[in-house]
């Protein structure tokens, strides 16, 4: 668990950020979207402009949090988040560059478009879908 509470409020954040992990000076790029606050208790680990904490951990390195969405799409930060667990199920770590590619979204899913069609009947869902609409008239 983390030591933290959230106050919700009516106001939505959603906005561009860059964060610096604390813990490496890595830095991670996404888009901070919530309601509310968060009262941190836990060890802050990646902090934004002013020091915003936007994101905590535990000691223990079990447990993490975080606003911003899209941060897994660095890869070196993935690496270091993941390390700590590859460690303890005995799994190899990534070599030096390997996984420290930047996720390219788009790219993944056209990938995952592309897999879709050739393992799904589309004509057979799109004939569905026609089926349903004629009922709806």
Same mark, same amino acid.
């Given at each position: 668990?983390?030591?933290? *509470?959230?106050?919700? =409020?009516?106001?939505?954040?959603?906005?561009?950020? @860059?964060?610096?992990? @604390?813990?490496?000076?890595?830095?991670?790029?996404?888009?901070?979207?919530?309601?509310?606050?968060?009262?941190?208790?836990?060890?802050?680990?990646? *902090?934004?402009?002013?020091?915003?904490?936007?994101?905590?951990?535990?000691?223990?390195?079990?447990?993490?949090?975080?606003?911003?969405?899209?941060?897994?799409?660095?890869?070196?930060?993935? @690496?270091?988040?993941?390390?700590?667990?590859?460690?303890?199920?005995?799994?190899?770590?990534?070599?030096?560059?390997?996984? @420290?590619?930047?996720?390219?979204?788009? =790219?993944?899913?056209?990938?995952?478009?592309?897999?879709?069609?050739?393992?799904?009947?589309?004509?057979?869902?799109?004939?569905?879908?026609? =089926?349903?609409?004629?009922?709806?008239?």
């Amino acid at each position: 668990f983390l030591d933290m *509470t959230t106050e919700m =409020k009516a106001e939505k954040r959603l906005t561009q950020v @860059n964060a610096v992990c @604390n813990d490496n000076g890595l830095t991670v790029e996404g888009y901070e979207i919530h309601h509310g606050f968060s009262h941190i208790g836990d060890i802050p680990f990646l *902090t934004g402009p002013g020091d915003d904490v936007l994101g905590c951990r535990n000691s223990d390195l079990s447990v993490w949090g975080t606003y911003i969405h899209g941060v897994f799409d660095s890869g070196e930060f993935r @690496n270091y988040i993941l390390a700590p667990f590859r460690r303890k199920k005995g799994l190899p770590l990534p070599e030096d560059k390997a996984g @420290n590619y930047t996720y390219d979204m788009d =790219k993944e899913l056209s990938r995952l478009a592309s897999l879709l069609r050739r393992s799904v009947d589309m004509d057979g869902i799109y004939k569905v879908l026609e =089926k349903q609409g004629d009922k709806k008239r």
